[in-house]
């Protein structure tokens, strides 16, 4: 694969939120101060999900995009198609450290096999070297050296796997439950953005509470990440493309939240619909598998339907008025009555 085809970089953060990172490219020192603050910004909702949640370390495990081709631009075409996040959280007992790796590549991915190699060998190689290496060098360990030698020897590691075809994740198969849904509309008008869900004062939303970071941080994320996405294909000067979020994963012990996502663009309008999805539970049924999601989500964009008309089929508790989150205060807004 042709380095120029890539983008691969791998994250390293200690107990003290210290960052540091390696890039399989050569970049200008202009390029590398950048994306210094990209990967901050990459690994930051790691750490607020807490404080603007319901108090529970959310960890964000997962996220991807889709790349789709500027209409009007069709000169020195990018081939990248897919574009991805893995973060791994291990708690040991010097803190927390977190190793995220950001893949953008041409080829449609075997994460789970990527993951693996992050989860099962590259972080607590890391960690145990670290232990190691201190208590035999002591003062004289430079963790700067060591930490650089072993994020080249992680990239070597995720660049010797990318290729591989991907395999049905055993999410397809399990069935989810939607909270919530999210309406995003770009064009020359403006932006709107709405959130659907059930009505304030159902006992419903109050259930679902404590399965979800919480209502704004799910709503927020989406767009946080496209912008990110589209930021770090600038810095890579990949500019014929563009960053569709397809998937967001996140997990609290044994919970677990995916944002799930479908989209379209026509005539310069990116019109997208996106589900907040739980695991059904013992006491919440009415779940469906993602295949069922995405159809619904495909058929109100392919048939230019509202989403009003199919939104008792995706969850007949949800109500069809919406919440308008394309601005601060109509977040707050939606935080000071979904969230309490």
């Excluded at 072993?150 to 395999?167: M, P």
Aim: glycine share 6%; aromatic share 14%; charged share 25%.
């Amino acid at each position: 694969m042709n380095d120029k085809d890539l983008i691969l970089g791998l994250f390293y953060s200690d107990e003290d939120n210290l960052i540091y990172e390696r890039f399989s490219q050569d970049l200008s020192h202009e390029s590398e101060k950048s994306l210094r603050m990209l990967s901050y910004k990459f690994l930051g909702p790691l750490f607020f999900t807490a404080a603007s949640g319901n108090g529970s370390n959310w960890k964000i495990e997962f996220i991807e995009s889709s790349l789709s081709q500027y209409q009007n631009r069709t000169l020195d075409v990018d081939v990248l198609q897919s574009f991805f996040s893995l973060n791994s959280s291990i708690d040991t007992e010097y803190g927390w450290t977190n190793l995220s790796a950001l893949i953008g590549s041409p080829y449609t991915e075997d994460i789970n096999l990527i993951y693996r190699k992050m989860i099962e060998y590259i972080h607590p190689s890391i960690i145990q070297g670290k232990f190691v290496a201190e208590s035999i060098m002591g003062g004289d360990f430079k963790f700067k050296n060591f930490i650089r030698y072993e994020l080249e020897r992680g990239l070597n590691l995720i660049d010797y796997t990318l290729g591989s075809a991907r395999k049905l994740p055993w999410e397809e198969q399990q069935n989810y439950y939607c909270v919530g849904i999210l309406e995003r509309i770009n064009n020359k008008k403006g932006i709107i953005s709405n959130f659907y869900s059930f009505d304030k004062n159902d006992n419903l939303r109050k259930f679902v509470l404590p399965y979800i970071p919480s209502f704004y941080v799910m709503s927020i994320l989406p767009d946080y990440y496209e912008k990110l996405i589209n930021e770090a294909l600038e810095l890579f000067n990949k500019t014929s493309i563009f960053s569709n979020i397809k998937l967001i994963k996140l997990s609290y012990n044994d919970k677990k939240v995916l944002y799930l996502e479908e989209f379209i663009v026509v005539d310069n309008e990116k019109r997208s619909y996106g589900v907040i999805l739980i695991p059904e539970l013992e006491d919440l049924r009415g779940g469906q598998n993602l295949s069922f999601y995405k159809r619904n989500l495909r058929f109100i964009l392919d048939t230019n339907k509202e989403l009003n008309e199919v939104l008792f089929t995706i969850n007949p508790q949800f109500v069809f008025d919406g919440w308008s989150i394309q601005s601060e205060e109509g977040l707050n807004n939606l935080r000071n009555c979904f969230d309490c």
